[in-house]
């Protein structure tokens, strides 16, 4: 795999149609405050591997040939902002006065106690910093000092991967090191339409074992990232073809119906999002949905996915779609959105959406969700508690009682305007 000179390449006039001025003279300041301390300074990771593809990244990761602590504190003294030092790891994040977060390390090889724990960190050179990383396309660096500004430094062929669409790992032991690079393969070949040569997916297949003595947290890490990309489902079916799910949710777990049920997810999200949101809304519950259709066949399965929540909203949004599942609740199919309303208000349009594709609801109830949940995020707030107060209704909990009625009038469309909910709450409460 390895190569101890790098093929050099100048990428200048890429860096300089893809990256924004200011981005770039920012990038020319970095670069002369290393020349001065006589470190060599690059670019590394992500954003290397998108500029060589021509696709526009402002995630900046910057590497020293030096203490990297101390330079991130030396730029934010010089030219301001803020830094947050990340002892264990040897990083810190400087946050330039623009809001740009830049992270700085020191050229470093991390080796790993045991396969799955998380590295531990010792100083070294830029070749063994690339060295340690997941792919040859992510393991190229692009120099900013003045003098070398915009050259790229491949020793493990990323550029020609790249050309080829190659997800290549850089070493044979690389997938059994840290088998959530196998998540991060998938990822890559999903998002630019690569494929893993044959030597990476051979490996891949061999080491999905080890998938499961990894930490849950440190799957769910790359799960995240995988399941919001644009094709989750795609992703997912990808996975089962390496052996991956066998390991993640227990071997004949997944079978074409699963699959249904995750397009039609799909489908649902979209078609409830596309028609009341932009199109860039993101929404960063999603991925744990896609884990919850997964594991559902299994006992206990929403339970498992909890092990998986990064934070306590993904935690909520599984409690909320386990409380719909299991709910007895019957919707009747002529029910009044207004009334559905009163059921589901407080809960997650993801739950929702999860808990009709999890119970197969039938196509007339399935309708009536769309229609409810697109109704719902268009609901104008006729009256606020201002002027309930003004109403002299003293702050209670009725005043959300009172704010629910309306919403659910309005969904009836028993009520249009302010003047309306003003009747009905005079008419109601007083
Ligand atoms: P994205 O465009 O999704 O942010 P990225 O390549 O920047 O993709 P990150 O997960 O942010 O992805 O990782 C940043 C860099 O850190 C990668 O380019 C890669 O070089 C390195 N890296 C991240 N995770 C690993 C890993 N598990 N093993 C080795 N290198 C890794």
Known sequence: FDRSTPIEISLIERIEKLLPENILELLKTIGEK????????????GIVRDLVIGRQNDDIDI????????????????????????EKFGTATWKHLSGLKIDITSARTEYYEYPSALPTVEMSSLREDLL???????????????????????????????????????????????????LRAVRFEQRFGFEMDKQTLELAQISVDKISSTSKPRLAHELNKLLMEENP???????????????????????????????????????????????????????????????????NGLQLVKDFALNNEHLHIVDEIYHLVTSEQALSDEIQLGNLHKLLKKFKKEAIICFAI?????????????????????????IDGRELKA????????????????????????IFTKKDALRFVKNEYL
């Open 358 to 382: 999890l119970k197969n609801l039938p196509e007339v109830k399935t309708k009536l969700i769309k229609t409810y949940l697109i109704a719902r995020m268009a609901i104008p707030k006729l």
């Open 34 to 45: 290393a020349d001065n301390l006589n470190y060599r300074a690059y670019m590394i990771g």
């Open 391 to 414: 109403l002299n209704i003293p702050p209670s909990p009725l005043f959300s009682k009172i704010l629910l009625e309306i919403e659910c009038a309005y969904l009836n469309k028993d």
């Open 233 to 299: 489902v795609e992703a997912i079916c990808r996975l089962q073809e390496l052996g991956v799910l066998n390991y993640l949710v227990g071997p004949n777990n997944f079978d074409i119906e699963t699959i249904q049920l995750l397009e039609r997810f799909k489908v649902f999200v979209d078609e409830v999002t596309f028609s009341t949101e932009s199109e860039n809304s993101c929404n960063e519950q999603l991925w744990i949905c896609y884990l919850a259709i997964l594991f559902f066949k299994q006992e």
């Open 63 to 86: 590497v020293v040939e030096g203490d990297g602590i101390y330079f991130a504190k030396l730029l934010a003294n010089s030219l301001g902002g803020s830094v947050r030092v990340h």
């Open 132 to 182: 340690r990383r997941d792919f040859t396309i992510n393991a190229m660096a692009l120099q900013i000092n003045k003098s070398n500004f915009g050259k790229l430094i491949d020793f493990f062929h990323g550029y020609k991967d790249i050309d080829e669409k190659k997800v290549k790992i850089l070493y044979n032991l690389s997938f059994v090191e840290d088998p959530t690079r196998i």
